[in-house]
Every structure is written in C-alpha cells, then in structure tokens.
C-alpha cells in the first residue's frame, strides 16, 4: 500500500495549514451538495458534467495498467455508469471500476 498511498502535499506540494478544519469543509461542501441534489436544484446530469470537469488529469497524458499492459492515455470522461473513457493511441477505451489502475509517475 505504501507504494500506492500519496497525500495532497505530495501530488500538489500544497500543505493544508489544518487537517480538520479541511475535512470539516470538504463534508459541509458535500452536504450542501447532496441537499441541492435531493431538492432538484441541481440535476444530475449537471452534478455529472461539473464532476466530469474536475477529473483529477483529465486530458493530460498519464499511465494506466489493465491486467498485465501498461499504456498511456488520457482521461476523457465517467458516464452515468461510471464507465472511464480513456484515449489510447488506438483510440477510446472504456473501462469499469477496478478493471485499470492509475500509475503514479
């Protein structure tokens, strides 16, 4: 797990000045959210395109393993399903959850 674990400092060399105070933002920030949702002030549709623009390296170039390949790609997109769309060389590829692993470069 070691090998696969990473922080926000580590990814964004940013230091979040209080852990808690964070985490108490992030889950008000997700009620908030989840409170729109139930009273359809926000629809679903626009929940999954805003999602799909925050996409940790969406359209950048990143490696990826499926099975035993490793291959780069770039992240396009998760649908209603939660099916990734990734652009290969060979095109676009779909994939379900835990069928490809992002590698950490």
Known sequence: IAEKASSIFRETNYTVPSLENSCREIINYITKRYIALEKQEISHENL????????????????????????????LRIDEDGKL?????????????????????
Do not use: C
């Open 48 to 75: 999954l395109a805003e999602y799909n623009e925050n996409l940790f390296l969406r359209n950048q170039t990143s490696k990826y393993r499926a099975g035993d390949e490793i291959f780069e790609a770039k992240i």
């Open 85 to 105: 769309y990734l652009e290969t060389n060979d095109g676009v590829t779909t994939f379900y959850f835990k069928e490809v692993e992002f590698l950490l470069q």
